[in-house]
Structure formats: C-alpha cells, structure tokens
C-alpha cells in the first residue's frame, strides 16, 4: 500500500503567518496533487505537479514537488481568513488512482 | 470548464433499502471516474474505480455486491449502496479524468448519505 503522511495535522495560526505543510512517502508518484476542500464539498484542485524539483505558484501558495518525486510541499505566505480549509494532498498511482494524506486543517484567525 | 455534478447532495434512507447517487462529468468527457467516501474530520478512501463500458475495480474491503457501481456513458456513472445500513452513513464524492489529461481529477461537491 503507497501511504502518503501529511503534517501538520492540524494548524491555527494568525493572520499574516506564514505556514508550510507536508506530504511525505516512501513511494515515487507519477503526479501528486493538493486540494482544499470545505465542509460539505468536494476537494476543489489547487494545482498537479509532475516533475521532480518542480516548483509552482498559485498566487500566496508555493507548492514544491521533491526531486525524488516522493514528497511535495504546501507554503502559504502571509495567511489569510479566506485560506482556512482542509488541505489535501494526493499522489497518483496506476490506473490514475489517487491516495489521499491524511489532510491538514488550517485555521486562520483574524 | 471541468465541472463535475452530484445528485442528490444529501439523502435520508431507510435501514434496509438502496440508494442510487449519480455523477456526471458536465463538459468534458470522463474515461475513469473514481468513488470515495469520506468520514468525519478524516481524509477520502477510494471505494472504486469505474471505467465506461467496462465493470469497476473495487478497493480492498469494499463490497463490490453492497456497492454497485454502473458507469454508462462517457458523462455519467452512477453508485448504488444496497441494503444500506447505518455504518453506511457516509460522505461519498465522485470524480472524473478528464481524457486528454488523464492525471487530473476533478471532483464533484459529494453527497451525505445518513441511514436511519
């Protein structure tokens, strides 16, 4: 079974903070993705990394996929109420099949 | 564009009885659609994977009699829970590969299934 850790479990930081979370296994992904999900939605997909060393910015968000395409990163810059949400990461396996991190959920306070 | 609809949102279902939720893909064309659900406070669990015009691969432990799954048309794949008990009370979420970008995963906005 290809398990995929995510950390911080949970995370309640100030406005303004700054905040890094991470997915790490022990398995190569052929892509990993993150998604933030809200309560009683489906996960909205925040962006696919596919390359080993890649790094993409989606406004304040920074996401890093590890060399070895075992392991990604999340980092948030200068948080905001409106980020507050369950963070997903997810790495593909074969047949495009996707295991889930266990999910970070962010609280930003004001 | 990649919207992906669920219907119902939310059902309430008798002990004993079956329930159908659909899925469709609502502007692309989906040749994989997957099956999850989603307990409380905890991350998804991928029930199945559902090809069109083929039968569905099932994950360990899903009962694939209790959990069926039809996927008809390139837009639309249905899950039936059978005899649906209340350990079956769940969050379930569907979602679609779009075919010219098979990693991406675009998921509709779940249905809360609570048997009674």
């Known amino acids: 079974t290809q398990l995929l850790e995510q950390s911080p479990q949970f995370l309640s930081i100030q406005e303004g903070e700054n905040l890094t979370v991470y997915c790490n296994s022990s398995?190569?992904?052929?892509?990993l993705q993150w998604y933030r999900q809200e309560p009683g939605e489906g996960p909205v997909l925040l962006v696919t990394?596919?390359?080993?060393?890649e790094v993409k910015k989606l406004k304040r968000l920074t996401f890093q996929f590890g060399d070895a395409r075992k392991d990604s990163s999340l980092h948030i810059t200068a948080a905001q109420p409106g980020d507050t949400g369950l963070y997903l990461c997810?790495?593909?396996?074969?047949?495009?099949?996707?295991?889930f991190g266990e999910g970070t959920q962010l609280t930003v306070n004001p | 564009g990649a919207v992906v609809s669920q219907h119902p949102s939310w059902v309430i279902c008798k002990s004993g009885t079956s329930v159908k939720i659909e899925c469709r893909s609502l502007?692309?064309?989906?040749?994989?659609m997957f099956w999850y659900r989603q307990f409380p406070k905890q991350s998804l669990m991928l029930m199945a994977t559902?090809?069109?015009?083929?039968?569905?691969?099932?994950e360990q432990g899903v009962e694939k009699d209790k959990f069926l799954i039809n996927h008809a048309s390139l837009t639309l794949s249905t899950l039936t829970v059978t005899s649906a008990h209340p350990e079956d009370s769940s969050f379930y979420i569907c979602?679609?590969?779009?075919?010219?970008?098979?990693?991406?995963?675009?998921f509709g906005p779940g249905t809360r299934l609570t048997v009674t």
């Open positions: 979602s679609a590969n779009r075919q010219a970008f098979s990693y991406e995963q675009y």
């Open positions: 398995s190569v992904f052929s892509s």
């Open positions: 990394v596919v390359t080993g060393g």
């Open positions: 502007d692309f064309q989906a040749t994989t």
């Open positions: 559902s090809n069109e015009g083929s039968k569905a691969t099932y």
């Open positions: 997810a790495g593909e396996t074969s047949g495009s099949r996707l295991t």
